[in-house]
């Protein structure tokens, strides 16, 4: 929306010979509302305010959560107050045994007895929890749990729960200030956009490593997103002193194209270089079980109330039940949906990274005929995405619900548990 309204303001200016706003008004991000209201009148204006409210509630909320989301969950349940402390990934949370499925994480571990070995049903089908579901649904309040199993894990993240709203209501009530502070600094939103690219750049690569490279440890994403960072900042500095003004200028000439070019790229190379090299002297691996045990510990993550294997119930259903599963298997079962990220992937890198840049770079001033196809290109595309913004999520959700309602049909365990458990109260 502000692409096609900055293409419509450049329009309009060169109507009329003149620019309509001063640069601090642009700076302020009055294009849009003026262009909602020259074309559409004042109910474009209430129609942008219901859009941007609609926007900042939506995006706000979202905020709120993940913060309060990774001061409960990643920083308190991990680190300050865990269920079982001392725990390795490998061993069960509810006893402290190790499970059926884990991957040991060193190769040459001797084999386990059965009493070493997790003997706890699962929660699926416990007839305990599916009493205490029933008080839960109930409305009730402080519930005691019934199940000697899981009751203390779900009184945990009750726990939990409550200080995450308490959380939600002090991060809400701490971006007043903090609004106020970046209000009173007199950062402009177009900088913050500009500039956040190259300020984020450092942390692309780290991040991929995590995911797609084994031999990639904790030490080595820190210090190549730290040395990336410092070494963006840096270009980014030093690039902008070479305009008119230097840093004295500092908003204007720090937003230039190659002071974010320099930053940008400074920051991938050496958070790339940084990362790899540290990652190399780093790593414990030696063998490939070592980087199977790697992997393993991905699928050690788990939630004992709502295990992964029941989240991917449906995939693992292709497999036969007594084949281990390993990193292997799932990319195997999710090959479909691997193979479809990487074809978007490219298919975007190649628009956006190749095609788009090449052509806007072969070209030095716009005819009039290559500005229509331009502003013609932008209509299309905004609105397929505007259609797949709008239908695709309720579409979703429809296919998921209808999917979980087949599955529920198709599994009668909880069922028989549920009715055996109303025969014994």
């Keep these: 929306m502000s692409l096609m309204s900055a293409m419509t303001y450049i329009s309009m200016g060169f109507q009329n010979g003149t620019h309509t706003l001063t640069d601090a008004e642009i700076d302020a991000g009055i294009i849009t509302p003026m262009i909602m209201q020259r074309v559409m009148g004042v109910g474009g204006g209430y129609l942008l305010i219901t859009m941007i409210t609609m926007a900042l509630m939506s995006t706000g909320s979202g905020e709120v959560m993940a913060v309060s989301s990774i001061l409960v969950y990643d920083i308190y349940k991990v680190y300050i107050n865990p269920f079982r402390k001392n725990t390795h990934s490998t061993l069960c949370l509810l006893c402290g045994r190790g499970k059926t499925d884990a991957v040991p ?26 009493g205490d579901i029933k008080l839960r649904q109930e409305g009730s309040h402080r519930i005691i749990y019934s199940c000697p199993t899981h009751g203390l894990y779900r009184h945990y993240e009750d726990i939990l ?24 600094t007199g950062v402009d939103l177009n900088w913050v956009v500009m500039t956040s690219q190259s300020i984020m750049s450092p942390f692309l690569i780290p991040l991929l490593l995590t995911i797609t490279w084994s031999k990639s440890t904790a030490s080595a994403t820190i210090a190549g997103s730290v040395c990336g960072l410092v070494g963006s900042i840096t270009a980014n500095l030093i690039a902008a002193s070479r305009y008119e003004g230097g840093l004295s200028n500092f908003m204007v000439n720090t937003a230039q194209d190659y002071s974010l070019l320099a930053g940008l790229c400074t920051g991938l190379l050496v ?26 510990k991905t699928l050690s993550i788990d939630n004992p ?23 292997s298997v799932m990319s195997k079962i999710l090959h479909r949906a ?24 072969g070209i030095d001033i716009l005819s ?45 365990v909880n069922k028989r548990a549920s009715d055996n458990l109303d025969t014994q109260f």
């Design 105 to 130: 994480m060193v190769s040459n571990t001797s084999k386990k007895t059965d009493d070493d070995i997790c003997q706890c049903p699962s929660s699926l089908a416990c007839l305990h929890c599916v």
């Design 161 to 184: 729960l409550r200080y995450k709203s308490w959380c939600i209501m002090w991060v809400v009530l701490l971006i007043i200030p903090y609004g106020l502070v970046i209000l009173s």
């Design 271 to 296: 958070s790339t270089i940084v990362t790899i090299v540290t990652s190399l002297c780093t790593n414990q691996i030696r063998t490939d079980g070592d980087s199977e045990a790697v992997w393993a």
């Design 305 to 327: 109330l709502n295990p992964w294997r029941a989240i991917y119930q449906e995939e693992l259903d292709e497999i036969g039940a007594d084949i281990k599963i390993d990193s």
């Design 338 to 361: 691997k193979l479809t990220a990487y074809i978007a992937c490219s298919i975007g890198f190649v628009i956006f990274i190749v095609i788009i840049p090449s052509i806007m770079l």
């Design 368 to 412: 009039f005929a290559q500005f229509s196809g331009w502003i013609k290109f932008c209509q299309i595309w905004c609105m397929i995405s505007a259609v797949f913004v709008v239908v695709a999520p309720p579409v979703e959700e429809v296919l998921q619900i209808k999917r979980r309602r087949s599955q529920n049909t198709k599994r009668p």
